[in-house]
């Protein structure tokens, strides 16, 4: 079965750096977009950032433009999100997500998410 496993948060001060890390297994991870949303309480679900199934396409939300990049290792299966210069409005859970095609459609998996906190 499809799985998505997120890791990597935790606190980082404003500035700050964090990596999030996203394993996939039960699928052929090369052939499907994948990206990364965030959601705080009380609002919806965002996309962060997204990435084709070949890395030739990248989105971003305008907030995080310059500050964070996403990557995929198709070897490895595994997706990353390298956050910089961290913000507190960055606080939030942050899922992993698998779309249905190898561009960018509607997602059919989600990890479990991962906190994040941004905070002096």
């Known amino acids: 079965q499809v799985q998505l496993v997120e890791s990597g948060g935790g606190l980082a001060q404003p500035g700050g750096s964090l990596r999030l890390s996203c394993v996939a297994s039960g699928f052929t991870f090369s052939n499907y977009a994948m990206g990364w949303a965030r959601q705080t309480p009380g609002k919806g679900r965002e996309w962060v950032s997204g990435?084709?199934?070949?890395?030739?396409?990248?989105y971003y939300l305008d907030s995080v433009k310059g500050r964070f990049t996403i990557s995929r290792d198709n070897a490895k299966n595994t997706l990353y999100l390298q956050m910089n210069n961290l913000k507190p409005e960055d606080t939030a859970q942050y899922y992993c997500a698998k779309f249905t095609k190898a561009w960018y459609t509607q997602p059919d998996y989600w990890g479990q998410g991962t906190q994040v906190t941004v905070s002096s």
């Open positions: 990435i084709y199934s070949d890395g030739n396409d990248i």
